[in-house]
């Protein structure tokens, strides 16, 4: 049945393309494990048994079983396999884990005058939205640039933000110095991964300080300036600026600083 996850992929990749793939491998996973002709011929039994199998065979995660299953659902629900629907439980929840981020000092330390990863710190980028940026939506007035957010699902996904000035400055010198045009960053997400973890490893740093470790530390360090200088923080402003669909995944940001700060606090007593 291996046509009916190309099908599928097919189905969800006018969407986001990658979790298109992510989906439509979990679902491929599902039909070898019933390995029947058809779906018509999967009982809801074969459907237990699955779950059974995931939780005594795969090591997953919870946050990997959640995204396991809802690909499965959104897979029976898109071919109306109802009665299989029902075998798999519609209330799907899991801990998400806190952000791994890093303070100021080290996060400086890390991007160091690096342009590429300067950017990606100061706009909050997931990788793959770094080779999306373009030198003529970037205007060195006033420091506006254009940013495609990529986790967006059919949403508006193009944004204004402006570049804090020390970055601006090092992005002007970089794209002065090379002659950019066009890609402001002409390079692969694989090698803009490797510039990172020279740095990472330059700095002995935990390899469990992913490339995404950036953007959870500035969307952190925003929300910390805020809770420092205001006693508040302006969740919609920060969760336009992060791409954020929901403000509950801004709100998370915000828990992590008020932590932060009331760590700090108590250290200083």
Known sequence: ????????????????????????????????????DSLDAVTPLDVTDWLTSLKRDKDYKDRT???????????LKVMRAYELLDAIPSEISYTPSEPLWLDEKTTFQLISRVPVLCIAYDLALRIGEVPLLRTETLNFNTGDIEVTRLKHKGHSNKYILRLDDWCLKILRDHVEQYDVRGKLFPMSVMWINTIFRRRRSALN???NYKFHCLRHSRITHIAIQELEKKGFVDELSLSRFAGHLRTETTRMYVHL?????????????
Do not use: P, W
């Not at 079983?65 to 897979?75: D, E, N, P, T």
């Open 205 to 207: 740093m935990s390899e």
């Open 1 to 36: 049945m291996k046509i009916l996850s190309q099908k599928f992929y097919n189905y969800l990749s006018y969407g986001n393309k990658r979790t298109a793939y992510i989906y439509a491998r979990h679902v491929d996973d599902f039909l070898r494990f019933v390995g029947k």
């Open 257 to 269: 600083a008020t932590k932060y700060l009331a760590f700090k606090s108590r250290r200083e007593v």
């Open 65 to 75: 079983l959640h995204l396991c299953l809802s690909a499965v659902r959104k897979f």
